[in-house]
């Protein structure tokens, strides 16, 4: 089994700054994944071309089952307003998704509040630009694997330091709900030291994700509670492909039973 976290910057090239569906498509093409988590996900947004991000993964993993869970109405960085269930969705959204082979038993979305207070964060040229924070989702599904229920959510966390922590413990409160064993897929924008230290699960990989070119640093994590974990098999392969789409590297475990 091949679990998978990508963190997508809504499918654009570093490389002249455009989005285009066949780079997105052979880089997650390129992942062969089983069950694959998204973050930086766009839906009907003009700067991604309107494309369907999601349904374009699930197309190059040849899955059957997929969902999108917004997290804003509108586009970040612009104007928008967090998701709610009276939101048009014929309005662009941006989000997380996740994609899997397996059949999906039931799933469940978590939101996970934003920071209330707006906090400097580095844009172009090195400037310091105080931003209001982004609600957060968590999306989790229970799988019918071929070796049981699987329970693997995904999660896009705050880039405010304190403020992801409690996300992420609220993130790991809700997946206790569902069976084991649990994976957690996603940008945690946290590295693996604190995250280990703040959730007690086991990171199934350590490998440095961002920056893409040359990374530097691991914010995107593939996490079991030890409750269960047993279950998953042993890590066989740790991947962390070149794309040509994201300023984050994708991370592939590979688990064998």
């Known amino acids: 089994m091949r679990l998978a976290t990508f963190n997508l910057l809504h499918g ?23 069950v694959l988590g998204l973050q930086e996900v766009d839906r009907a947004q003009p700067r991604s071309g309107l494309l369907d991000l999601t349904t374009l993964a699930a197309d190059a993993l040849g899955a059957h089952t997929h969902r ?10 612009e104007i928008w307003q967090p998701w709610h269930a009276a939101a048009d969705i014929s309005h662009p959204q941006y989000g997380i998704a996740l994609v899997s082979r397996y059949p ?37 599904a229970v799988l019918d694997t071929p070796h049981g229920p699987l329970s693997v959510a995904t999660t ?41 230290a703040f959730t007690g699960w086991q990171p199934l990989a350590r490998a440095a994700t961002f920056p893409s070119p040359v990374p530097r640093t691991q914010l995107d994590h593939v996490l079991a509670d030890p409750r269960g974990a047993a279950a998953l098999g042993r890590v066989v392969q740790v991947r962390t492909p070149r794309a040509g789409v994201s300023d984050h590297r ?5 688990l064998h039973h």
């Open 104 to 140: 999906v038993q039931r799933w469940l979305i978590t939101q996970l509040p934003g920071a209330p207070m707006r906090s400097p964060v580095l844009v172009g040229g090195g400037r310091l630009m105080l931003l209001r924070d982004e609600p957060r989702v968590l999306l989790a």
């Open 156 to 196: 896009h966390l705050s880039f405010v330091p304190g403020w992801n922590v409690r996300q992420l413990r609220a993130a790991v409160r809700a997946m206790r709900a569902l069976p084991a064993p649990r994976v957690l897929l996603g940008d945690l924008n946290m590295p693996a030291g604190p995250v280990r």
């Open 68 to 77: 999108f869970a917004a997290a804003v109405v509108g586009t970040p960085g």
């Open 12 to 34: 654009r090239s570093l490389s002249d700054g455009t989005v285009h569906a066949d780079r997105i498509h052979a880089a997650i093409t390129d992942l062969d994944a089983d």
């Open 250 to 254: 994708p991370l592939v475990v590979h």
